[in-house]
């Protein structure tokens, strides 16, 4: 008989947004004229932009002759793509990151995860806590943690708490640790990360010769232009991270999948017997090994972000994401809740009532006001007692869910 992978069991109950599916899909059956408003997992709900549709339509068009057609790609991505990607994202703001340096993918959730595949056992990990649930979990599954307690926490991490005390801003570990995983703008708590505190996490990096991965996937939401949109924007952060872009909530591509991972030139690890690798090599290796690349239609699509209309077309979609934000936060606010986030990412992050737990909160909006958020404690333990709700939905739809709630 087959053995299966283990780690899988250690898993808590089941990923967040299934268990929540299940929940749904629970109240559903058993209310089905009930008129859902979801608010809760993070996917876009606007059109993609038509400067995307057009490229792709004339990707279509080209695959149909003999001499446009485009079989398996490189699995590092189209050159044009990278080079649009290095100049618009990347040495526009100052940062020394090349063509070559960049990986095109089909999403940044499959690049994060997939990165354990080139990092060894035995690394020291820290993670925020509330976090995005795929860099515990991936570990989890890869072997990478112990058991968790009845807390939720897995043995072998070290949890770094974000909070209102702190600001919402992830304090050094107080031991050293080789792989540190930075979200910003912080999904799912929406802060973000000033100039001089992506510093100490470079500096901390650079001395404890550790590897961050520096999840970037709302960097477009950013408002405030003294933010970094890139750890790259940080000096010496080319010799201790990794940055995962994605063009799903910025340009609305979660439904047809690209993304990208910078992996510098000169980046090392150690190897068991102490000698330095340089990752670039070990990810390029993984990905011609184990991925085929994404398709040239979608490709051409995601160049086309970088055209300028649509440059123009993607503000238009950020700006209507950030005036839900706006108008989730102002609502919410005046109804008397402790609002945080909203600001220079589509979430907003809210402090449940006294005396009711997330996943009650949960229960509360969906039963009596049939909308659907996600509760805190989903991505960590000290996100109990949060709350958070998406802006990705029809401007219609979010003032129906603020009334449904006010009315509360």
């Avoid at 993918?105 to 976090?131: H, M, W």
């Avoid at 970037?216 to 010799?239: N, T, V």
Wanted: charged fraction near 20%.
């Amino acid at each position: 008989m087959a053995l299966v992978n283990g780690n899988y069991l250690k898993l808590k109950a089941g990923y967040l947004f299934p268990e929540i599916s299940r929940r749904v899909k629970a109240f559903s059956a058993a209310n089905p004229d009930a008129a859902l408003i979801r608010l809760g997992i993070g996917d876009v709900t606007e059109p993609l932009p038509q400067a995307c549709r057009t490229a792709m339509k004339n990707a279509i068009d080209e695959m149909g002759t003999p001499e446009g057609f485009h079989g398996y790609g490189p699995e590092q991505g189209y050159g044009w793509l990278r080079e649009a990607i290095a100049k618009h994202d990347f040495q526009a703001r100052g940062c020394d990151i090349s063509a070559e340096e960049i990986f095109v993918s089909d999403g940044s959730k499959c690049d994060s995860s997939n990165i354990l595949d080139i990092l060894g056992e035995g690394n020291r990990i820290a993670v925020t806590d509330p976090v995005y649930p795929v860099y515990v979990d991936s570990n989890v599954m890869a072997g990478r943690t112990g058991e968790a307690d009845d807390g939720g926490r897995y043995g072998g991490l070290s949890y770094l708490p974000i909070t209102a005390t702190n600001g919402f801003s992830a304090p050094l570990p107080a031991e050293p640790v080789d792989l540190i995983y930075l979200c910003f703008p912080n999904n799912p708590t929406g802060a973000v990360a000033t100039r001089e505190q992506l510093k100490a996490w470079v500096d901390y990096a650079l001395e404890h010769k550790a590897l961050i991965l520096f999840d970037a996937a709302y960097e477009a939401f950013i408002q405030d232009p003294e933010i970094p949109h890139s750890i790259y924007e940080i000096e010496g952060a080319r010799q201790c991270a990794i940055e995962f872009r994605s063009f799903s909530k910025n340009a609305g591509f979660t439904g047809t999948r690209c993304a990208l991972t910078v992996v510098p030139k000169g980046l090392t690890g150690t190897s068991a017997s102490g000698e330095e690798v340089e990752l670039w090599g070990l990810w390029n290796r993984r990905q011609s090994t184990k991925f085929n690349g994404v398709s040239y239609i979608v490709q051409r699509g995601a160049e086309a972000v970088y055209s300028k209309a649509g440059q123009s077309e993607v503000k238009a979609l950020i700006s209507f994401y950030m005036e839900n934000a706006a108008i989730i936060r102002r609502e919410l606010t005046n109804a008397g809740l402790t609002i945080y986030g909203g600001e220079h990412a589509p979430y907003v992050w809210i402090k449940t009532p006294a005396g009711v737990d997330s996943w009650g909160f949960f229960d509360h909006l969906l039963n009596k006001a049939n909308v659907v958020g996600t509760p805190g404690s989903g991505f960590g333990a000290a996100g109990e007692g949060y709350f958070r709700l998406s802006a990705f939905n029809s401007r219609e739809n979010v003032n129906e869910a603020m009334a449904r709630i006010r009315a509360l």
